[in-house]
């Protein structure tokens, strides 16, 4: 692999072309930007770096053309070499391409697949679907709770029972137009089977995936075979393939220009969509009792989908309800940073260090804030010398009001006088301040301690064995992650 990564290194020269085509050719992705990755994910295309069933397929199909319809013999020795050769070619692509849930899945799929039709079994696509997770599962069963593994059989399941459906409400005569309805089936189909887990794991729906959809599985299966061209005749020598390789980024280089123009339409995804498990299971009972209703002609199964829906809905008002009354303070885990939200309401107070970098706050920050409703925000830092008053929280030097509780923050050794003492609900040290435990306790009483992630990992083990001496009640971010504090239950 690192051997062709060279290869497409030295005809991509663009990092974007690179990084699409090692991921789509190899399914090398460490190189790949966030900013394409964040459009190809937004415009529902990011199955196509992640090498599954079409790659495979691809490879079995070249495997066919070039070696298995070649063979004429009856030779029981020939016959299994009918199996042998596409079996091996497909396993030895797979490690190739580091052997995620989706390529298992595919290869273990055709393997079965591959097996069936040389042993003159008859073939079953969900027995076969089935097989291979069986299979998976047997050898490694933690994978039943890997993202990739689920997204990957529910779309390879979601064809299998939409796609035939989906086709038959249209019949196009004309190829090039039947073609394009087929490849737009088959997208619809996927979404079908793979839409609830993509709301509950990245809380986002992309409305142009039919667009992408047609763009982009051509386009693959074009790239994938110029760049195993152009593997062997590098390999062969050096220069060979400058042809194809001109060609190959010519062509990712229009991928990338079309996902990056769909990204930036109008309306192209909808974002901090927020659902739990047990919705995203009652939306998948919506789907197989409303497929169901049209496969038996019997609609009483709509009233069950309907009322599911009434469910939801019900649901989700109790959701708005309860982020009206939401009253909660987060202390997050930003590495090397400080960060605090305050939840009041629809409203959301945002307390974070000057010059923080916003990817990582996002990474920590986002998902949670779109559980809470995605309020409005207001932020404001650490370092401002300026005293911020709102309805229900004021910030002033260093000391923060929310609601009916104190908090202090400390990021700096304390300069109080002798007798001075200062009652707190919570105690936040950040920022590594050269300071002693102790001498908290002579200017301060406080309910919890609590060190957050921009102080260094030794200095918070020391402070966490004079807490241990002085039986001082504290909480580490860095071991426990964020802390919550709902006022609701507090």
């Not at 079908?192 to 047609?214: C, E, K, M, N, W």
């Not at 990021?411 to 950040?430: G, H, K, Q, T």
């Not at 200017?443 to 001082?472: G, M, R, T």
């Not at 580490?476 to 992650?481: A, Q, V, Y």
Request: charged letters at 15%.
């Amino acid at each position: 692999r690192s051997k062709f990564i060279k290869i497409l290194r030295k005809y991509l020269p663009a990092e974007n072309n690179f990084s699409v085509g090692s991921a789509l050719i190899l399914g090398y992705k460490d190189e790949i930007s966030e900013e394409v990755q964040t459009a190809f994910a937004e415009t529902g295309a990011m199955h196509v770096l992640a090498v599954s069933g079409l790659h495979v397929g691809i490879i079995y199909l070249i495997l066919q053309i070039l070696f298995v319809n070649r063979i004429k013999s009856f030779h029981p020795f020939w016959k299994w070499m009918k199996v042998i050769i596409p079996i091996l070619g497909i396993w030895t692509f797979a490690l190739l391409t580091g052997m995620s849930p989706s390529v298992k899945r595919a290869a273990t799929m055709f393997s079965i697949f591959i097996l069936g039709t040389a042993l003159s079994r008859r073939k079953y696509s969900y027995n076969i679907l089935a097989g291979s997770a069986f299979l998976i599962l047997w050898v490694n069963p933690f994978l039943i709770m890997n993202v990739g593994f689920q997204l990957s059989y529910m779309a390879v399941f979601g064809i299998l029972y939409f796609q035939p459906r989906i086709a038959k409400i249209w019949l196009i005569k004309n190829k090039i137009g039947n073609y394009f309805w087929q490849l737009s089936a088959v997208s619809i189909a996927a979404q079908l089977g793979t839409a609830p887990l993509g709301l509950f794991y990245f809380h986002q729906f992309p409305f142009y995936f039919l667009f992408s959809g047609l763009i982009v599985i051509p386009a693959a299966f074009l790239i994938l075979c110029l760049g195993l061209a152009l593997f062997l005749l590098e390999s062969i020598y050096g220069g060979l393939g400058m042809t194809i390789g001109w060609v190959l980024n010519g062509l990712i280089e229009g991928v990338n220009w079309a996902i990056f123009m769909l990204q930036n339409m109008p309306g192209s995804v909808a974002k901090g969509i927020w659902i739990s498990g047990a919705i995203a299971f009652l939306i998948y009972l919506i789907i197989g009792k409303t497929a169901i209703a049209f496969e038996t002609k019997n609609f009483k199964w709509i009233l069950g989908a309907l009322s599911i829906l009434t469910i939801i809905g019900i649901n989700y008002s109790f959701s708005k309800y309860r982020i009206f009354n939401n009253r909660k303070m987060v202390v997050y885990h930003v590495n090397k940073a400080s960060a605090i939200d305050f939840f009041d309401g629809n409203d959301l107070i945002s307390l974070t260090s000057k010059g923080i970098d916003e990817k990582n706050l996002n990474f920590a920050v986002q998902n949670n804030r779109w559980a809470e409703g995605s309020p409005e925000i207001q932020s404001f830092h650490f370092e401002d010398s300026t005293t911020h008053v709102l309805d229900t929280w004021m910030f002033k030097e260093n000391f923060i009001q929310f609601y009916d509780k104190r908090i202090a923050v400390i990021d700096e050794p304390p300069n109080y006088s002798e007798d001075a003492f200062i009652e707190v609900d919570y105690l936040i040290i950040r920022n590594n301040p050269k300071l002693k435990i102790e001498s908290l306790l002579n200017h301060f009483s406080f309910e919890l301690l609590i060190f957050d992630a921009s102080n260094k990992f030794w200095q918070v083990e020391d402070w966490e064995q004079e807490c241990h001496e002085l039986e001082v009640p504290f909480y580490n971010i860095h071991d426990h992650g964020a802390f919550i504090l709902d006022l609701n239950k507090s």
